[in-house]
């Protein structure tokens, strides 16, 4: 009996490793993250507490620009309630499809691996909630879905616990950016 119940513990857990970002190397369009921000991207997003209710809507406007191998992207949101926000990252490409990443309200520094159609982001945000700073964990989830679409989901949690998903559709500009 015990030696069942351990061979089921042991199943369960081999489930939970999830997908590798290399799963996606063969899916097209292959995402190049400096050319899909190259011309000003539109992103419409909600934010689901873990029970599924919407607790947010939002709209961000993205900027870009480069400095060397960097990538900045400067990011402002609008929600539902009326407050603003902006977010401007940092993103430099490491080696074989690894990224780094810094802004003002992440602590240290985002990882993100990129191969095919996909990225994943993983980092720490503070965020302000009813006053209160807390540091909660992203595992982001990118994919391209056409040369100007791209679509987001996003796992919040704090201590392990998922206290919600983050889903953004992001839109890229038709019309190129002047010197594109």
Same mark, same amino acid.
């Given at each position: 009996m015990?030696? $069942? ?7 369960l ?5 999830? #997908?590798?970002?290399?799963?996606y190397?063969?899916?097209r369009?292959?995402?190049d993250?400096? $050319?899909?921000f190259?011309?000003? #991207?539109?992103?419409?997003?909600i934010f @689901?507490n873990?029970?599924?209710? #919407? ?8 900027s ?11 990011e402002?949101?609008l929600y ?7 977010r401007?990252?940092?993103? #430099?490409?490491?080696?074989? %499809? @690894?990224?780094?990443?810094?802004a ?7 990882? $993100?691996?990129? !191969?095919?159609n !996909? ?10 909630v009813? %006053?209160t700073?807390?540091h ?16 987001n ?11 919600g @998903? ?9 019309v190129? !950016?002047a010197?594109?």
């Amino acid at each position: 009996m015990r030696i $069942g119940l351990w061979l089921l513990c042991a199943l369960l857990l081999s489930g939970c490793g999830g #997908v590798e970002v290399v799963h996606y190397a063969a899916e097209r369009p292959q995402l190049d993250l400096p $050319g899909f921000f190259s011309r000003p #991207v539109r992103a419409w997003g909600i934010f @689901q507490n873990r029970s599924g209710e #919407v607790v947010k809507r939002f709209t961000v406007d993205i900027s870009s620009h480069r400095e060397g191998e960097r990538l900045i992207l400067d990011e402002r949101f609008l929600y539902s309630d009326g407050t603003r926000q902006q977010r401007v990252w940092t993103l #430099v490409p490491t080696s074989g %499809g @690894q990224w780094r990443g810094r802004a003002g309200d992440v602590i240290g520094e985002a990882k $993100g691996e990129l !191969a095919g159609n !996909a990225l994943r982001w993983r980092y720490q945000l503070r965020l302000d909630v009813d %006053g209160t700073t807390w540091h909660v964990d992203f595992d982001d989830w990118m994919y391209l879905m056409d040369e100007d679409t791209l679509i987001n989901r996003s796992s919040m949690s704090k201590l392990g616990v998922e206290l919600g @998903q983050v889903t953004l559709f992001f839109r890229r500009n038709s019309v190129p !950016a002047a010197g594109s």
